[in-house]
């Protein structure tokens, strides 16, 4: 997005007298809040599904509900999932009013559900991400570091997952930008979803 602003003094050395704008993008307008959002390319419904309750993503739903996802928690532990529910999905000031808990990645209409798998380390990791596999989702990826190969591989393949379909996992996961946080990485993770929806490279190119 470019907004350009053009700038007009008094006089020699006098202050800032007068700012009018120019906007060579529609989307600074709405930026701006003179003009409401446009209306999405599809009809779909967009979905982001964070697998496991971790702080990650407790951060991920927010932003998710906040960019006009429907944010969904999958923790398959019972005991996980009953913490989770009790405290909310993510803290308490900050629940996206259209969170929504559950243990299993079903029920949703083929691509449209972005899925982010948030802990690497959980026994349920292969199930889950298999389920993801076959549930088509638009999207799927894992948080880990990409100079060694992710745990999910070897999960996968133990459950029969053909190489090809193990290869639609991303890993890692959002745009470089050095993000350390929970936070963080949850922002750039939603970035780079946003942008890959909208067939954009992410980052400062325009």
Known sequence: MRCRGDFLARGKG????????????????VAHGTVPPPAPASSQEKV???????PVAEFLLRYAADAGYRAVLVEP???????????????????PVNAVLTDSID????GTADVVVTD??????????????????????IMGNPRHEGPH????TEL??????????????????????????????IAGLIADRNGKP???SF
């Open 14 to 29: 006098a202050k800032l007298g007068a700012m009018t704008s120019q906007h060579e993008d529609p989307a600074c307008e």
């Open 48 to 54: 982001l599904v964070a697998v496991f309750a971790t």
């Open 77 to 95: 532990d019972p005991e996980r999932g009953r913490a989770a529910k009790a405290a909310g999905p993510v803290p308490a000031n900050t629940v």
């Open 107 to 110: 029920g949703f209409p083929a």
């Open 120 to 141: 690497h380390h959980r026994p349920e990791l292969g199930v889950a991400l298999r389920d993801a596999l076959a549930a088509d989702a638009r999207w799927i990826g």
């Open 153 to 156: 591989v070897a999960a996968l």
């Open 160 to 189: 029969g997952v053909p190489p090809a379909e193990i290869a639609r996992v991303h890993r890692p996961i959002g745009i470089n930008i050095g993000s350390r946080s929970p936070a963080e990485i949850a922002i750039s993770t």
């Open 202 to 204: 992410g980052g400062f």
